[in-house]
């Protein structure tokens, strides 16, 4: 069983950068996907970048060119940088964690271990 802490979170001014933090305890895998979602106000939950153990990373249209998502497989952390914040970047930011293996698994598996969520906002 893995728990998830997420961190890093808070209020950004627009064109501002931030970055999230996200820590696995417990008995993680040495195969894994990680993941990164966002529920802005009033709209779904959106996966917005994934990465798998060996560091291949995809994100989502919405943010691609402005975040870095990367891995520290030692100690299962998972960071995101977001660049050049917007408004509509007001969200709880959540990160996700499963035992699936490879990179083209990854981009599709229902993830089943979640972190508490951490709340990013952007002022305009």
């Known amino acids: 069983q893995v728990e998830l802490v997420e961190f890093g979170g808070g209020s950004v001014q627009a064109g501002g950068s931030l970055r999230l933090g996200c820590v696995g305890t417990g008995n993680s895998k040495s195969r894994y996907c990680m993941a990164w979602f966002r529920q802005q106000p009033g709209k779904e939950r959106e996966r917005i970048a994934t990465i798998s153990d060996m560091s291949t990373t995809h994100a989502a249209d919405s943010v691609k060119g402005r975040i870095t998502t990367s891995l520290d497989d030692q100690e299962t952390r998972l960071y995101l940088e977001m660049d050049d914040l917007k408004p509509e970047d007001t969200a709880m930011y959540y990160c996700?964690?499963?035992?699936?293996?490879?990179?083209?698994?990854?981009?599709?598996?229902?993830?089943?271990?979640w972190g508490q969520g951490t709340q990013v906002t952007g002022s305009a």
């Open positions: 996700a964690y499963s035992t699936r293996s490879g990179f083209e698994s990854c981009l599709s598996v229902q993830f089943n271990t």
